[in-house]
């Protein structure tokens, strides 16, 4: 009798064990966000006027499928983007071409932004081969 209830103890423990993993995993592909960055009217002013300062960019962490909408003025072609700290230090980055949509040069970039912690960071882009425009960008 003992050993009875101890196998049943046993595979109890098992199947609640079992049951407890299979609903810690996640089921199927992530699901990506639907997200929109509009940069058009974050230009560079040019000429002896100050810049005025930019309010950060906001973006929630999790699997973003992220439509950028270049400053006015970008081309179509192939950009980087970075999410850094510091200049020169990326902690996500990627690579895609960006093409003209509505008169607007827009990249079209699914990023994988859950293992980030919330905080400020600096969204860095830049055509290949040009200098780096940095954003702020605080992460949720």
Same mark, same amino acid.
Do not use: C
């Given at each position: ?6 196998? $049943? /103890?046993?595979? +109890? =423990?098992?199947? $609640? /064990?079992?049951?407890?993993?299979? =609903? ?5 592909? $992530? @699901?990506? @966000? ?16 100050? %810049?005025?300062?930019?309010?950060? +960019?906001?973006?929630? !962490?999790?699997? +973003? ?9 970008? *081309?179509?072609?192939?950009? *980087?983007?970075?999410?850094?700290? *510091? ?9 895609? *071409?960006? !093409?003209?949509? %509505? ?7 699914? $990023?994988?932004?859950?293992? =980030? ?5 600096? =969204?860095?882009?830049?055509? %290949?081969?040009? %200098?780096?425009?940095?954003?702020? +960008?605080?992460? !949720?």
């Amino acid at each position: 009798m003992v050993r009875l209830s101890a196998a $049943a /103890a046993g595979l +109890l =423990l098992a199947v $609640a /064990a079992g049951t407890w993993l299979l =609903l810690r995993q996640p089921s199927g592909p $992530a @699901q990506f @966000q639907a997200v929109t960055l509009d940069l058009t009217g974050q230009g560079i002013l040019r000429g002896s006027e100050q %810049n005025p300062p930019n309010p950060p +960019l906001q973006l929630a !962490k999790g699997h +973003l499928d992220l439509t950028v909408y270049l400053p006015v003025g970008s *081309e179509s072609g192939m950009y *980087e983007m970075q999410v850094v700290r *510091e200049p020169g230090r990326p902690i996500w980055s990627a690579q895609k *071409e960006a !093409k003209l949509e %509505n008169y607007k040069a827009t990249l079209h970039v699914q $990023a994988d932004l859950t293992h =980030l912690k919330p905080g400020l960071y600096l =969204l860095a882009i830049r055509p %290949n081969g040009w %200098n780096w425009t940095y954003y702020p +960008l605080l992460l !949720k």
